[in-house]
């Protein structure tokens, strides 16, 4: 499936660059594709407050240039690399860009880089996102378990029905499978009478059909 190209009018920037050639050419072009450019040299523990897109010298930049620990940048990043030494390789690696200019900036470039770093930093973000919710799900399936247990011993069913029960219970209350177990666990009194009501439910379903 396509990735929609955004639209940057209107976004905000920040150029982290000493006054040089390159940094007049990066703004004017950035400013002709319709954002709002500010430039900051020298820096130090910049916040990502107030803006969209960060471009930073990848040449110049040290520990401590941005206020948020190293490898989580809250918003894309921009990398303006000219040297090929490893150490300034690996400190930009570090920063986690989501795309990256090589020195000197020309006419061309500057609209792919924006579109492939906020494309990467989205996707990132996805995958992070997706990586915690399977860490809580299975850091939460021995309550679910022991919620199953506990439903089908205090009912008599076995374990797919107490499952299927937890699921209807849990959809009707909008809340997940996992959150639900955990309020068995700690106030069972108040979910047995909700899961009873439930069940008769499902049982008088399975009478019409």
Same mark, same amino acid.
């Given at each position: ?12 920037? /920040?150029?982290? $660059?000493?006054?040089? &050639? ?13 954002? +709002?450019?500010?430039? /900051?040299?020298?820096?130090? =523990?910049?916040?990502? @407050? &107030? ?18 620990? !190293?490898?989580? !940048?809250?918003?894309? /990043? ?13 400190? #930009? ?7 990256? /200019?090589? +020195? ?15 494309? #990467? ?16 799900? #299975? ?14 011993? $205090?009912?008599?069913? =076995? ?27 700690? @106030? ?11 069940? +008769?439910? @499902? ?7």
């Amino acid at each position: 499936m396509r990735t929609a190209l955004p639209n940057f009018r209107g976004q905000r920037a /920040l150029v982290l $660059h000493w006054k040089d &050639n390159n940094r007049v050419t990066l703004v004017r072009q950035l400013e002709t594709l319709g954002l +709002k450019v500010e430039v /900051l040299w020298p820096a130090d =523990g910049v916040s990502a @407050n &107030n803006y969209d897109v960060i471009f930073f010298d990848a040449d110049q930049g040290y520990d401590g240039l941005f206020a948020w620990p !190293p490898d989580q !940048p809250p918003i894309p /990043l921009i990398a303006l690399m000219g040297s090929e030494a490893p150490g300034r390789i690996e400190w #930009t690696l570090s920063c986690a860009p989501s795309a990256y /200019l090589v +020195k000197p900036i020309g006419s061309t470039g500057v609209f792919s880089a924006l579109a492939i770093a906020f494309h #990467t930093f989205e996707t990132r973000k996805q995958f992070k996102d997706e990586i915690v919710e399977l860490t809580r799900r #299975t850091k939460s399936r021995p309550i679910v378990f022991k919620a199953i247990l506990s439903v089908m011993a $205090h009912f008599g069913i =076995g374990d797919d029905e107490a499952y299927r029960l937890l699921r209807a219970e849990s959809m009707s209350q909008r809340i997940s499978i996992e959150i639900l177990s955990e309020h068995i666990a700690s @106030n069972a009194e108040v979910e047995w009478d909700r899961l009873a009501i439930r069940k +008769k439910g @499902n049982l008088r379903q399975v009478n019409r059909r």
